[in-house]
């Protein structure tokens, strides 16, 4: 029997605004995987002993995801896009449209069309966390949950909207001074050394470059940072 290999090296991760189908391509993905549980109530009957009907409930799709802290916007920001405030509060009740694609075995790159996409609707995050290793990456960990998930294979509107050319680098690394995927030496607390103000642009780039904390940990000052 021939041993057909599965090796989908080329995938896409995107997220939208629900009511919209326009996505935002996330980057620096490590990861991606989903899981579908559908909860079954088994009715039996008097007569025999086998299942008289299995009724299908609301099922659960859950999702999670890692990427590298590269200077791209992370994935709790693009799967809360629009919220009314930027406060934890703010985000926890936005849902979106959360679409992962699959090209073809052959391709080097996520560009041009699928040949299947997943779309999960309605997911609202469930779990978030970063590490902050001292000897690997930093990373941002995400999950979310919905009710709702379809497969195809004719439609191309997550694909449309992700275009990897084996170009793509971390967006840290157009910001001067500031790394590319963040490591140990990239936590900084300060301006670093060698920017100038000609570096500030109408975002404040020096700014936020600088890392701060919540002033509620130890040694942490008002300002937030670590005197």
Not at 25 to 41: C, D, F, K, R, W
Not at 137 to 160: D, P
Not at 203 to 210: C, F, G, K, L
Request: aromatic share 6%.
């Amino acid at each position: 029997m021939a041993n057909n290999r599965i090796f989908y090296s080329a995938l896409g991760l995107a997220f939208s605004k629900i009511g919209e189908q326009s996505f935002i391509a996330a980057h620096g993905v490590q990861s991606a995987s989903i899981q579908t549980t559908i909860p079954l109530q088994k009715i039996f009957e008097l007569g025999q002993i086998s299942v008289y009907e299995n009724i299908e409930q609301v099922p659960d799709v859950e999702m999670t995801c890692e990427k590298v802290l590269d200077g791209y916007p992370l994935l709790y920001h693009l799967a809360t896009n629009g919220a009314a405030s930027p406060t934890l509060t703010g985000r926890s009740n936005v849902r979106s449209i959360v679409g992962l694609a699959v090209f073809s075995d052959l391709q080097d790159s996520a560009s041009g069309d699928s040949i299947a996409e997943v779309q999960m609707s309605g997911m609202y995050p469930s779990s978030i966390s970063y590490t902050f290793s001292v000897g690997d990456s930093a990373r941002e960990s995400l999950g979310l949950v919905g009710n709702h998930k379809v497969w195809s294979t004719t439609s191309n509107a997550i694909s449309s909207d992700i275009e990897f050319d084996n170009t793509d680098e971390p967006l840290a690394l157009t910001i001067p001074n500031s790394g590319g995927v963040q490591q140990q030496e990239d936590v900084i607390f300060d301006i670093p050394a060698g920017a100038t103000t000609s570096e500030v642009d109408s975002v404040q780039i020096i700014d936020a470059m600088t890392t701060v904390l919540p002033p509620d940990i130890d040694g942490i000052s008002s300002s937030c940072s670590n005197d």
